[in-house]
């Protein structure tokens, strides 16, 4: 079964600093996809980030990097240089390459982020 | 370009009552999908269309859910009767096509049953 974990409900950092994320999955499917979204309070959810488990290299967006250790199963959102409007829940996504499932994406419970000046 | 198009975006209704859901996607997107995000979770998947095709439906509590996307466009959740479990945000999203490196998503629709 498809199971994404994410340990840390809230997380704090100042501004300007760097701040990880953490996220780890579950799987036996050799092809997968892993996404970060952003949720502000507002409720949409913002498409952040993607790593294809092929993917050689780590992603990067900006501001934003996936750190993804495949061995470990591990696909860590890295945030540098933080800034307020940072401040949301965070989820880490995992979209299935199986079959009928293909494309069906599975979260975790999300990391709520607060920057503070 | 726009972005995903959902309606209403807060629906307050009684339980028992039916009500529904309305999404457009991105022009161009084959792949629609319809999630669920309950209070404190993240969303689980309800519905997956490929052009007017449901491909992915074994999430739908279809004793009381139903789906359509007639045109392969816009579609259309429904619930007939809601019961107070329902209560969560629903949203839709889309792709060029599947699988693909993003989905996008709709604001969303958060429905109170009372």
């Known amino acids: 079964a498809q199971k994404i974990t994410q340990t840390q409900p809230g997380m704090f950092v100042q501004e300007k600093e760097a701040v990880t994320l953490d996220c780890t999955y579950d799987?036996?499917?050799?092809?997968?996809?892993l996404f970060w979204y952003k949720q502000p309070s507002s409720g949409e959810m913002i498409f952040l980030i993607y790593q294809g488990s092929y993917d050689q290299q780590n992603a990067t967006e900006g501001r934003y990097s996936l750190n993804f250790q495949k061995a470990r199963k591990s696909a860590n959102l890295v945030i540098s240089a933080s800034q307020l409007g940072d401040s949301a829940m965070y989820f880490c996504?995992?979209?299935?390459?199986?079959?009928?499932?293909?494309?069906?994406?599975?979260f975790g419970r999300g990391t709520q982020l607060t920057v503070w000046p | 370009e726009a972005g995903v198009v959902q309606s209403p975006r807060y629906k307050i209704i009684e339980k028992k009552q039916p009500v529904a859901f309305w999404c457009n996607p991105i022009s161009g997107h084959n792949t629609l999908y319809w999630y669920r995000q309950n209070l404190g979770q993240g969303p689980e998947l309800l519905i997956r269309y490929e052009n007017e095709e449901a491909v992915d439906d074994s999430q739908l509590p279809k004793d009381r859910f139903s789906a359509e996307r007639l045109k392969g466009v816009d579609s259309t959740l429904k619930i007939q009767p809601a019961e107070l479990g329902d209560s969560a945000v629903y949203l839709c999203?889309?792709?060029?096509?599947?699988?693909?490196?993003?989905?996008?998503f709709g604001p969303g629709t958060r429905l109170t049953v009372l």
């Open positions: 999203a889309s792709s060029p096509h599947n699988p693909a490196p993003s989905q996008i």
């Open positions: 799987t036996s499917d050799p092809s997968y996809g």
């Open positions: 996504a995992m979209r299935s390459d199986r079959g009928s499932t293909l494309g069906r994406l599975y």
